[in-house]
């Protein structure tokens, strides 16, 4: 069946334009004309740009010429809009930064570029990307395609919603405490949220999470993930964690599965898809054993919230302007954050530090961690986070304590699509590997996907459309 080509993955565009039967050009526009149709809806790309036609073009001659720069080249790619892109908007949702422009690429945008990859546009964000759904007072909603009355998750809903709607068949986004992850699964999509210094950052915004946010793509297969990481990966000067990474290259075999932490409550068809998911573990050859994480996490939980608070806390200081215009809930945790002080932060420090040693240990006895993604089904769009969960009232998190702790300890996670529910929403789990483990992890999920294929999934989601 000839597909159009919005439909095809980024391994198999960069197969058709070395066999000549498509181009850079002719790619781009198909996602433009799929990003007309559908983004009306899904409000998921904020801002194009219009250079991109001069890079397909320039990818092309490189076709033609029989010299592509590598797999990305000619792919069209959409950028997270915390993540600071050429000529083009950089908004993180705030309204005081509405039509601000960025001068330059940050590093992870640059390496892409560099690699001949097509940047075409930015995709929606909650203010600060400190939220786990998509709304902001500047672009409003982004909605779900699955079912555009829900959301896609957040921060990076708008990523996920553009690439499972087919605009795009990769996105550049980045992940603090689950928003790569979390709307991954809540979209059908791998999405990848790398160890710490796995991808060099620098040049961008300030940073809100300490060390917590890491860059990541999102795709809607492993290979196409892998690929962009592979694309993405390495040491650069200017980041010196990059240049501290090792290679933890062991072969995933004992995987310990964890069905919930500390008996907070899991939508119960989430937890059937993460069990049929170890049992596809199993037929893979891995012992999969059951049970808790064995590190404490309470010290983590007691300080989560604070460190967000702190980061706008000193964001505002050096940008009073941002906080003029912030919205009331976040000059709220501002000024919550500048009354914790110094002591208060020291110690969270050195939680963290903690927190990182014993997970060094779990992976000192497993090679992989498995867990539901998201503990909840996408819920109300316009909603910060669903109340109850299996009939138990949960706080702002409830829907993401499996997902935290990881960006916190700094180790790699993939979000890999489940079972769905009987509704037909996409479930995620959540694979966690060792420092330095993101090959490992990524190889794993790619026997995964053999036995639990989902390609076909986004053919009954493309033909509502």
Same mark, same amino acid.
């Given at each position: 069946?000839? =597909? ?8 198999? @565009?960069?197969a ?13 526009e ?18 194009l ?13 490189r076709?033609?010429?029989g ?9 069209p790619?959409s ?10 908007s ?9 039509g ?11 390496r892409?570029?560099?690699? /001949? ?16 759904y ?12 699955w ?8 921060s ?6 553009a ?24 979209? /059908? ?9 796995a ?8 940073s ?22 592979d694309?993405?990966?390495?040491a650069?000067?200017?980041?010196? =964690?990059s ?12 995987v ?6 500390d ?5 119960p068809?989430?937890?059937t898809?993460?069990?049929?998911a ?14 808790? @994480?064995p590190?404490? @996490?309470s ?7 604070e460190? $967000? ?14 906080l ?7 000059r709220?945790m501002?000024?919550? $954050? ?5 002591? =208060? ?34 819920w ?24 935290g ?22 479930i ?7 420092w $330095?483990?993101? =090959? ?9 996907e053999? @036995?639990?294929?989902?390609? $076909?999934r ?8």
């Amino acid at each position: 069946m000839n =597909r159009p080509l919005w439909q095809l993955s980024a391994i198999d @565009l960069g197969a058709a334009y070395r066999a000549d039967t498509c181009t850079p050009m002719d790619a781009l526009e198909s996602v433009l004309a799929r990003c007309k149709v559908s983004n009306p809806e899904l409000n998921a790309v904020i801002a194009l740009d219009a250079a991109a036609h001069d890079a397909a073009r320039a990818s092309q001659a490189r076709f033609a010429a029989g010299c592509p720069l590598g797999p990305l080249d000619g792919i069209p790619l959409s950028i997270k809009d915390n993540l600071l892109m050429a000529g083009v908007s950089a908004t993180w949702g705030c309204a005081a930064m509405s039509g601000s422009v960025a001068a330059a690429d940050e590093l992870p945008v640059a390496r892409l570029r560099a690699q /001949g990859a097509v940047l075409f546009g930015k995709t929606n964000v909650p203010e600060f990307t400190l939220e786990g759904y998509t709304d902001n007072a500047v672009f409003g909603t982004t909605r779900n395609p699955w079912c555009t009355a829900l959301t896609p998750g957040g921060s990076s809903g708008g990523a996920v919603a553009a690439v499972a709607a087919g605009i795009g068949p990769l996105a550049l986004c980045t992940d603090g405490g689950g928003s790569i992850r979390r709307p991954a699964s809540h979209t /059908g999509l791998v999405g990848l949220k790398p160890s710490i210094g796995a991808i060099a950052r620098a040049d961008g915004l300030p940073s809100l999470l300490l060390d917590f946010e890491v860059v990541g793509p999102v795709g809607r297969s492993v290979a196409d993930v892998a690929m962009m990481f592979d694309a993405l990966a390495g040491a650069h000067p200017r980041d010196r =964690r990059s240049r501290a990474l090792p290679a933890d290259l062991r072969e995933a075999r004992r995987v310990l599965h964890v069905s919930r932490f500390d008996g907070a409550p899991v939508d119960p068809q989430v937890a059937t898809a993460t069990v049929a998911a170890a049992n596809v573990l199993r037929e893979l050859g891995c012992e999969v054993e059951e049970g808790d @994480l064995p590190v404490d @996490l309470s010290a983590l939980n007691a300080v989560w919230a604070e460190v $967000g608070q702190i980061g706008l806390a000193a964001l505002f200081a050096l940008q009073p302007d941002l906080l003029e215009r912030a919205a009331p809930k976040y000059r709220e945790m501002a000024i919550q $954050g500048a009354v914790l002080g110094a002591p =208060r932060l020291w110690a969270t420090l050195e939680r963290i530090d903690a927190l990182r040693r014993a997970v060094d240990e779990v992976f000192s006895r497993w090679d992989a961690v498995l867990t539901p993604t998201a503990a909840a089904l996408p819920w109300p769009a316009a909603e910060a986070y669903p109340p109850a969960i299996d009939g138990r009232t949960v706080g702002p998190r409830g829907h993401a304590v499996f997902t935290g702790w990881v960006n916190a300890a700094g180790n790699p996670a993939l979000s890999l699509p489940a079972l769905p529910s009987v509704e037909g929403l996409p479930i995620g789990i959540q694979l966690v590997g060792p420092w $330095g483990g993101d =090959r490992m992890l990524l190889a794993l999920a790619e026997r995964y996907e053999q @036995l639990s294929p989902w390609a $076909g999934r986004f053919d009954e989601l493309w033909s509502k459309a």
